[in-house]
């Protein structure tokens, strides 16, 4: 199993001579990877299956059971990745949040745009807050925060508490986050809890983002408990977090934003254990992204301070991975500005609806005898049913939903019954980002099936959506078909080539525009005129995963002068790296002078402590961290954990011709590291 990369190579030897079967499932937007190993014969079996998003338990139950062999096994360990956190974030999708926010200017959260995914009215400034060395910067308004707990409750899935240097004290957050369970029972997480660096509109984004996320990653694991269940698996549950280690799922459930990038880090994951590239660029392409990330000496790089997904800065430890929206599924768009572009938001391809639903061949070709519009080929449909637990629609989404029955309804018939089409296309959306409808329209993988290189679902259906838009822009449809996937190549292009100018330190680069923007796209050849050309030499490899990847890699890492290694079990390297991993927690504690009382302060999870000498603090921080990672590593399942304690003294020095030495802080790093446990688990039941 892959640990993290200080690791030594007998972290995990304590169950030597134990041979374990693991079942590795990864859901993604568009398939459910499964995948049988045993520790010492390697990959037994894998399979794939279309996740189905409005019952995520078909396309779980159909990919497990594809694996398991007959007569059963014991199974030792489940483990889980997914992508649908990170789908969610990319295509705004997630459930309604109530922000409590302790000591903030409303001002200084203008840049981070909170208010895209938490609605105005469900954010709160509070009185509160800390400064920077841990004192009280007001007290805490507790009345204010009851009255703002009560209002929210009946309409938000869960809180999210974030106070100003809540990371340097957190009494406050500790005490709104009690009062919020006292209330209303409903989840509640903390800034504190997700990360320890500065920077109070990140840190109030991110744990909005966790909040958000709680009920869809609820859903998920329930359903994956529940088959468990149904077969007769009582093994531990774990989940694959943005780093690449595991988590048992109840940890997870309190931390979702945590498996922002599961999904991607798994599949990096995947590819070390398959592949023997050890300073590399590793591409996932899936349905719904592309993931890139770079391996050095055959480990997955992390980034300490946070991840960027989609259009969001997320303060979370994980692997390194840009992540763009673009795969197999990508809606297919065309505007003035632009022109043809791929993405980001994930449809359903017209050849997998007309395959699923027969009648929507029908629709297109009467649509080709109509006259032309935007709006043809393409289709909303339910994704997802009703309950009793559902939230609350407005009256103009309950309408639209009862506009739509059972089977898809083609966008321009469905507005063709709505009095202010423009207003019933922004309560669409909205039903979309809830997760509720999705469109189905013309994408990359209808491309591939209209030039012959896939035939898995409905040819006609495909070539007809290319039909369609090809008559609006003057081509023929094979034409069409071509551009679109070139532009797939291209826009991978762009984000591969971004991560290697990443690494090169060009963090700010943007590919998209610019000086930059012209020559990547000359060299990659979209853009093929003007007085000059360019090549380019990738020096490292692409190793390139995920079920789409033949279809458009060969091109891209041609005109990037790269080798491209494609392992075996390509396909399913993401669920491969769901059961390569280990558990790893880490605490990082801060010690600070305190001039006023020439003291140390240690800031602790709960509080702050002074001490006279700094080496009584540093040993008080040290002990802190060690219980805190071993503890943390426990709860996420790890079996005898390891834990290694680091201590980091920063001292500026004085300027030319100066010798003094100015102490400013330590940081204590305590990581936990162990192999999974293994055996048979208690597996909660619903409610």
């Not at 997480?189 to 958000?212: D, I, K």
């Not at 480990?299 to 960027?308: A, D, S």
């Not at 923007?517 to 490292?540: H, K, P, T, Y």
Request: hydrophobic share 40%; glycine share 10%; charged share 25%.
């Amino acid at each position: 199993m892959i640990g993290d990369e200080d690791d030594d190579e007998d972290d995990y030897d304590n169950t030597e001579g134990q041979m374990s079967i693991l079942l590795g499932i990864d859901t993604g937007g568009t398939y459910t990877d499964a995948v049988l190993m045993d520790d010492e014969k390697g990959i037994l079996a894998t399979a794939k299956a279309l996740t189905t998003k409005h019952e995520l338990s078909v396309g779980i139950r159909e990919a497990v059971e594809a694996v398991l062999p007959n007569p059963p096994v014991e199974i030792s360990m489940v483990s889980l990745s997914t992508t649908l956190a990170t789908n969610a974030v990319v295509e705004g999708q997630g459930s309604p949040v109530g922000s409590l926010l302790l000591g903030y200017d409303p001002e200084t959260l203008h840049d981070v745009g909170i208010e895209s995914i938490v609605a105005r009215d469900n954010i709160v400034f509070l009185e509160g807050g800390h400064t920077g060395t841990g004192e009280e910067m007001a007290p805490l308004d507790m009345v204010g925060a009851e009255e703002a707990i009560t209002r929210l409750a009946p309409r938000v899935s869960a809180f999210a508490v974030s106070g100003f240097f809540g990371v340097r004290n957190p009494t406050h957050e500790l005490r709104v986050r009690r009062l919020v369970r006292d209330l209303t029972g409903l989840p509640v997480t903390c800034g504190h809890e997700l990360t320890t660096h500065l920077n109070a509109p990140r840190r109030a984004l991110t744990v909005a983002m966790n909040a958000r996320l709680i009920s869809l990653l609820s859903e998920l694991v329930q359903t994956v408990r529940d088959m468990l269940r149904s077969k007769g698996i009582r093994a531990p549950l774990m989940v694959v977090k943005g780093d690449g280690s595991l988590m048992e799922a109840d940890m997870a459930l309190e931390r979702p934003v945590e498996t922002i990038l599961s999904g991607p880090a798994a599949s990096v994951v995947g590819a070390c254990f398959l592949t023997d590239a050890r300073d590399s660029f590793v591409v996932d392409m899936g349905g719904t992204t592309t993931d890139i990330a770079a391996m050095q000496q055959g480990l997955p790089v992390l980034n300490e301070k946070g991840v960027r997904v989609g259009n969001w800065d997320i303060m979370v430890e994980a692997i390194d991975v840009r992540t763009t929206g673009l795969g197999g599924d990508s809606e297919t768009l065309c505007d003035g500005a632009e022109g043809l572009t791929v993405g980001p938001r994930r449809v359903i391809p017209l050849s997998l609806l007309a395959e699923q639903e027969p009648a929507a061949l029908e629709i297109l070709r009467r649509q080709m005898d109509c006259p032309m519009d935007p709006d043809q080929g393409r289709f909303v449909r339910k994704q997802r049913h009703m309950t009793g637990n559902s939230l609350t629609l407005t009256p103009g989404q309950q309408e639209v939903w009862d506009l739509i029955g059972d089977d898809s309804v083609a966008l321009i018939d469905l507005l063709a019954r709505v009095k202010i089409p423009p207003l019933y296309r922004r309560y669409l959306d909205e039903l979309m980002e809830q997760g509720l409808l999705a469109l189905s329209a013309f994408t990359p993988t209808d491309a591939v099936h209209v030039l012959g290189r896939y035939r898995c679902w409905s040819v006609e259906a495909a070539e007809l959506g290319a039909a369609l838009w090809a008559r609006q822009l003057g081509e023929e449809p094979e034409a069409f078909a071509e551009s679109v996937v070139r532009q797939v190549e291209v826009q991978a292009g762009r984000a591969i080539l971004g991560c290697a100018l990443a690494e090169e330190g060009f963090e700010t680069a943007d590919v998209r525009q610019g000086v930059e923007r012209v020559m990547i796209d000359r060299a990659l050849g979209a853009d093929r005129g003007g007085a000059f050309s360019l090549s380019l030499s990738l020096e490292r490899p692409v190793v390139a995963i995920g079920a789409p990847v033949s279809n458009y890699m060969p091109a891209v890492t041609t005109r990037m002068g790269a080798e491209l290694r494609v392992p075996e079990h390509a396909a399913v390297a993401n669920a491969i790296g769901t059961v390569a991993g280990g558990v790893t927690q880490t605490v990082r504690l801060l010690i600070r002078p305190v001039e006023i009382d020439q003291a140390f302060r240690v800031y602790l999870t709960s509080g702050t402590r002074n001490f006279d000498d700094l080496e009584e603090a540093v040993a008080c921080a040290q002990a802190e961290a060690e219980a805190r990672a071993r503890d943390l590593a426990l709860r996420a399942g790890a079996d005898q954990p390891r834990v290694k304690v680091e201590r980091i003294d920063r001292i500026a020095r004085g300027g030319a011709g100066r010798t003094e030495e100015i102490y400013m802080e330590t940081e204590v790093i305590a990581r936990a590291v162990g192999r999974p446990r293994m055996g048979n688990a208690e597996i909660p039941s619903e409610g």
